[in-house]
């Protein structure tokens, strides 16, 4: 009998392949979602730094530090941890559609590989019959040749 040969078999490629690649892209997002956060943490690290610098020289009394600097000093940092915070949302939301993306593509592929199972099963079962034919042929052979000739 023939060799077992699934028909989708492209399709199941296919999928697996689509697959492969939306797991590629969400791990590259799960990468930048990690730079995001490393960056987020610096900035708030910094921002201590200089608010703790501030506190320090306004403690101190030191009269070089002007309020228009501290002031723009603390919106610049203020600001920049907005963006990125802003730039985390988008980037966790990416990653929210990519993990969809991707479960949808592993349902197509495991709904490929039930077919591909079920018409295995039945090459199987049609595989059987044929042998047991086969079998059933020789037997009656045997038997009607060994009651001929007595």
Same mark, same amino acid.
């Given at each position: 009998?023939?060799? +077992?040969? +699934?028909?989708?078999?492209?399709?199941?490629?296919?999928?697996?392949?689509?697959?492969?690649?939306?797991?590629?892209?969400?791990?590259?997002?799960?990468?930048?979602?990690?730079?995001?956060?490393?960056?987020?943490?610096?900035?708030?690290?910094? +921002?201590?730094?200089?608010?703790?610098?501030?506190?320090?020289?306004?403690?101190?009394?030191?009269?070089?530090?002007?309020?228009?600097?501290?002031?723009?000093?603390?919106?610049?940092?203020?600001?920049?941890?907005?963006?990125?915070?802003?730039?985390?949302?988008?980037?966790?939301?990416?990653?929210?559609?990519?993990?969809?993306?991707?479960?949808?593509?592993?349902?197509?592929?495991?709904?490929?590989?039930?077919?591909?199972?079920?018409? +295995?099963?039945?090459?199987?079962?049609?595989?059987?019959?044929?042998?047991?034919?086969?079998?059933?042929?020789?037997?009656?052979?045997?038997?009607?040749?060994?009651?001929?000739?007595?």
């Amino acid at each position: 009998m023939k060799k +077992f040969k +699934f028909r989708y078999e492209s399709v199941l490629k296919m999928r697996m392949d689509r697959e492969d690649a939306l797991k590629n892209e969400l791990a590259k997002l799960l990468a930048k979602r990690q730079t995001v956060v490393d960056e987020l943490d610096s900035l708030k690290a910094r +921002f201590l730094e200089y608010s703790n610098w501030v506190e320090e020289g306004l403690k101190s009394g030191n009269s070089s530090l002007q309020m228009h600097e501290i002031s723009s000093g603390k919106s610049y940092y203020r600001t920049n941890l907005s963006r990125t915070s802003e730039k985390l949302a988008r980037v966790d939301n990416d990653i929210e559609k990519a993990k969809k993306l991707l479960v949808d593509a592993m349902r197509e592929r495991k709904v490929m590989e039930k077919l591909k199972e079920k018409d +295995f099963q039945n090459y199987i079962e049609e595989y059987n019959k044929s042998e047991a034919k086969a079998i059933e042929e020789i037997v009656n052979y045997k038997s009607n040749k060994a009651g001929g000739e007595e």
